[in-house]
RNA sequence: GGGCAGGUACCCAAGCGGCCAAAGGGGACUGACUGUAAAUCAGUUGGCUACGCCUUCGGAGGUUCGAAUCCUUCCCUGCCCA
């Protein structure tokens, strides 16, 4: 077994590294590592998904993860506009999410071999004057203006809150250093500067050597934050983006995107990736339904996978429904009475207004059964029911079923 | 605490008494074209019981026949001073 640090730097993991040889040296044998998280959502989204990946990683090469949650610093994360009793609700609802998250990592990760930990356990009881007598002395205020990231906000103002948060992060990383040995921080780009500010807290302590590796910050080809699609997030969970819709967004991924994403997204070996790569034209999407299925049946199920695979192609290429289509059950006696098409695309979501669903219908998007509605005022009756079913479109890609009982 | 500049629709940003549901750009959506891609072109983009009505221009009052536009006050943001 080669060196993670090769298999994370060929899929595209590693933006930048400190001390390339000297992490190479270190991940010889095992070390522990850790990834902070915002557990201000109850679900990871695609965003988050490529640092699990690369957690993943890290595990298989025997390596341990620490899965942090910044149950104490996202309290401080965005100080506008939130009132002490908001703070207070979201410490609760912080142990919720918590839970949730812990359940989307194990489908990755060996929870049994890894930690997931809070930083709320140990930064609620710090106290000031022992934290700026141990570990502010440490920071110099000129450097941290100097670094990129603060001399932008300067710009546009930067709170004390928002500067600490430096600090807080350091002073993680040494606690965890101390606490479990973690000699590894890995984040998002964005991150680099809280993470070296860490990696010097440590060596002016403690004396040791620790690391700090960071992730490209991706986006679409198209420009796009990654992981953002029409509807908001591409959430992890079932619940808020269902496996279809899930498989649908990789299906639509940029061709240029496609060997990148399948490095880092999926566990493939990288000869078949090389060999997906090469696809072009039309062939390309044979390597996006690689892709899509091989993302959904790690974060979902394989048999979510074969689901939404199916669905997939029956919709586009035969124009059947199936089961994975999002679906909403109407009672028999309401469409017996005549339904609007106009209430029924907003009630399923498919339009957020009715004002919305009436423009689509004007443009000509709104289709039942695959048969365009031409008329605003068009009205469903039970007539209308395929095999019990009535089948809603908006425009070429969303789908969504109508079982009727 | 003082001075100055600001807070406009998803975002950026015009408007500075009526012609403003509010220019322009971005984004998004729909249509055409296509490969469930991109690019391109066209249209749409507050809500509704819809050729009309209602609610929006930081909040609350006020002036006026009429305000996003003027006045008062409060909140918030940035810059400068303390």
Known sequence: MGNVLDVLQERGFVEQVSDPEGLRQALA???TFYIGYDPSASSFHCGNLLTIMAAAHMQRHGHRPILLVGGGTGMIGDPSGRSEMRQLLDEERIAQNVAALRAQLARFIDMDRALLLNNADWLLEL????????IGRHFSVNRMLAAEAYRARMETGLSFIEFNYQLLQAYDY???????????QMGGNDQWGNILAGVDLIR?????????????LLTTASGAKMGKSASGAVWLDAEQYSPFDFYQYWINTHDDDVERFLRIYTFLPMDEIKELGRLRGADIRQAKARLAYEVTSLVHSPAAADQARDASLALFA????????????????????????LTLFERVGLCGSRSEARRLIQQGGAYVNDERIESVDAVLSSEDVVTGELLLRAGKKR???????
């Open 29 to 31: 044998k095992p070390v």
């Open 127 to 134: 106290r000031y004057i022992p934290f700026l007598r141990d």
């Open 174 to 184: 040494l606690y965890l250093h101390r606490q479990y040995g973690c000699t590894l």
């Open 204 to 216: 002016r302590i403690e004396g040791a050597e620790v690391y700090a590796l960071t992730f490209p």
């Open 318 to 341: 035969d124009g059947d429904v199936s089961d994975a289509v999002p679906s909403t059950t109407l009672d028999a006696r309401e469409l017996a009475e005549g339904i609007p098409v």
């Open 399 to 405: 789908y969504h079923r109508i079982t009727i009982e």
